[in-house]
């Protein structure tokens, strides 16, 4: 069982940057490969972002490569998204969750093992 937590969103002005975390309990944490997905309203669930287990492996959505990094630290059970140059179209519930998967399939699938509560992101000014 791995429960997740996630943190950090908020409002910010395009060209901002904001940094989610997701915090996960549960001794198996480290076996999943974890990812961010994000939904807009009207629009449907779409994943942003997938690291492996071990981190070494990192895939990410075409709209936002370049622009966001997902890392992990398996020592403290955590995942983060460091956004930055923000846009209006960023602007969705952003969920932390985790699979037994590669990232690639991750980041097409619409589902997964565990998800976190979500966090809202919006970029306005």
């Known amino acids: 069982q791995v429960q997740l937590v996630e943190s950090g969103g908020g409002l910010v002005q395009p060209g901002g940057s904001l940094r989610l975390s997701c915090a996960g309990s549960?001794?198996?944490?480290?076996?999943?490969?974890m990812a961010w997905f994000r939904q807009a309203p009207g629009k449907e669930r779409e994943g942003v972002g997938a690291i492996s287990a071990t981190g070494a492996v990192a895939n990410y959505h075409h709209s936002v490569e370049g622009r966001f990094t997902i890392s992990r630290d398996n020592t403290k059970n955590s995942v983060y998204l460091q956004m930055n140059s923000l846009k209006p179209e960023d602007t969705a519930v952003y969920y932390c969750?985790?699979?037994?998967?590669?990232?690639?399939?991750?980041?097409?699938?619409?589902?997964?093992?565990?998800w976190g509560q979500g966090t809202q992101v919006t970029v306005s000014s």
């Open positions: 549960g001794r198996l944490f480290a076996d999943y490969s």
């Open positions: 969750a985790a699979s037994r998967t590669t990232t690639r399939a991750f980041l097409r699938q619409n589902s997964a093992d565990y």
